[in-house]
């Protein structure tokens, strides 16, 4: 037997079969109790037996509706996930795109290119750029306040996200250009584990050890000489000779505004920033705008 069952058939056996009343039913469902009964009847015959067992009293199930339910309730519920996904999918189309950043990702023009590549596949979305304080080195993934961002490796809880590397510089070392080894045009990095250094906040995680450059200290702890969570508070702290700190080259402008000079270090690796998002984000919109990335950064098979 071949039924032609409608999702309204179903929500109205459903909605009776959970209140077993069908005047409540009628209520919740916003439809006249008549115009219900008639519809119940009318899923009866197409299923060719009685669904609700009635007397003046109450309203039963029968065996056959009993059958049905949880069936009629799978379904519902699968359809209503599925109106949700491509509703999902219609905003994501039509949607805004939240790029986070702590850093300009201006380098060697790779965010105008970027942007330039996504808008061309994607020209009915937004794109917002949004500044995020020095203190979430996730720039706004870990909160979900954006979609992708630009950011300095390594990430906290690594797994939670995939990126591709769009810039790979040496770091440098910024210091008052009165500091003893400011004459120097290169500096090994033993000779500057007993200087103060600049440092992220706590709440930067690994980042925080990475500009400290943890990893090449021998075991020796870094000395702090203040913590700064801006390009602003790190030129007053250099120049107030409070510390020296490790930046990417292409920072370097950022900071040497006068009073201030960058040296090559050796002996630390150099420093990685990439384009991040979510591991479980698999929304087309994210999916584009990474995917502009890689062919802007040359970084696609």
Not at 215 to 238: C, F, N
């Amino acid at each position: 037997m071949v039924m032609d069952v409608h999702g309204r058939d179903l929500r109205y056996f459903a909605a009776v079969a959970e209140e077993l009343h069908f005047t409540r039913a009628a209520e919740r469902l916003y439809v006249s109790q008549p115009a219900l009964s008639k519809q119940i009847r009318m899923l009866e015959k197409q299923v060719g037996a009685a669904l609700f067992e009635r007397d003046r009293r109450e309203v039963r199930l029968s065996a056959v509706g009993a059958a049905l339910l949880p069936h009629a309730q799978r379904m519902l519920a699968e359809w209503e996930a599925a109106q949700e996904t491509v509703a999902r999918v219609v905003a994501d189309q039509a949607g805004r795109l939240v790029v986070g950043m702590s850093t300009s990702p201006g380098r060697g023009g790779v965010l105008p290119a970027i942007r330039s590549r996504f808008t061309a596949a994607r020209p009915d979305a937004r794109l917002v750029l949004r500044q995020v304080p020095w203190k979430d080195s996730t720039a706004g993934l870990a909160d979900g306040t954006c979609d992708a961002a630009f950011v300095w490796l390594p990430l906290p809880d690594p797994d939670r996200y995939r990126w591709v590397v769009v810039a790979e510089e040496p770091r440098l070392v910024a210091m008052a250009e009165t500091h003893p080894l400011a004459d120097r045009e290169i500096i090994d990095f033993t000779d500057l584990l007993d200087e103060p250094f600049l440092a992220l906040p706590d709440s930067a995680g690994p980042l925080r050890d990475y500009w400290l450059a943890t990893d090449a200290r021998g075991g020796k702890p870094a000395l702090i000489g203040a913590e700064v969570a801006s390009t602003e508070e790190t030129y007053e702290a250099l120049v107030a000779g409070l510390g020296v700190v490790l930046l990417a080259a292409g920072n370097a402008p950022l900071i040497t505004l006068g009073g201030v000079v960058t040296r090559v270090v050796r002996g630390i690796s150099p420093s990685r920033f990439a384009l991040a998002w979510r591991a479980d984000d698999r929304r087309p919109l994210v999916r584009e705008y990474v995917r502009a990335g890689e062919l802007a950064t040359g970084t696609t098979d």
